[in-house]
């Protein structure tokens, strides 16, 4: 599938920048300064995770032209997870520092914890780390469709149980939102 990796290096980094100019108005642009992200962070976040984007979101299906975007629980915790390694790869050491501190420093077994305490404890506080983990994912796999399809292939989404009739179907299932 190696025909695909400027195609999905380009949706990478496009979501990157996407979420990050998205958090940016969310938590204002101060912010940023201090933690080290920058211009370059997205092209990082890309780098770190567009290669596995390609091994474990993409299937062949039903031949050539056809691919599937993989919505399953393992796959995308490694992709989220190579996701954040970009992010956190790109931060200044004070930004790693107060990322972890305020307890924002979350790959997926971190936020898992932290949803499932949060969904109980604070419900308004899991109801907004929900949202936000949903734009991610959104933005990632509408971004890898959009590009794909624009580039002439049909794309499907599917789970280990088949083919699914939109990405938010799949996200519904995944077992962060149970």
Do not use: C
Not at 67 to 89: H, K, P, S, T
């Amino acid at each position: 599938m190696g025909q695909y990796s400027t195609l999905i290096y380009q949706s990478v980094d496009h979501t990157a920048r996407a979420l990050l100019a998205h958090f940016q108005a969310q938590y204002g642009k101060l912010i940023f300064i201090p933690l080290g992200i920058s211009a370059k962070t997205p092209e990082k976040i890309a780098l770190a995770s567009s290669l596995s984007v390609e091994r474990h979101l993409l299937r062949s299906f039903e031949g050539e032209g056809k691919l599937m975007l993989v919505i399953q629980n393992a796959e995308i915790r490694q992709v989220y997870n190579d996701f954040m390694d970009g992010l956190y790869g790109s931060l200044s050491f004070v930004g790693k520092t107060a990322m972890k501190a305020l307890g924002m420093r979350m790959y997926r077994d971190d936020l898992d914890a932290q949803l499932k305490n949060n969904k109980l404890n604070k419900p308004s506080v899991y109801e907004k780390r929900k949202d936000n983990l949903l734009i991610i994912l959104r933005a990632l796999f509408g971004e890898l469709q959009a590009n794909l399809q624009q580039a002439g292939v049909q794309v499907v989404f599917g789970n280990e149980e088949g083919i699914l009739s939109s990405m938010d179907e799949g996200f519904q299932e995944l077992a962060i939102f149970q």
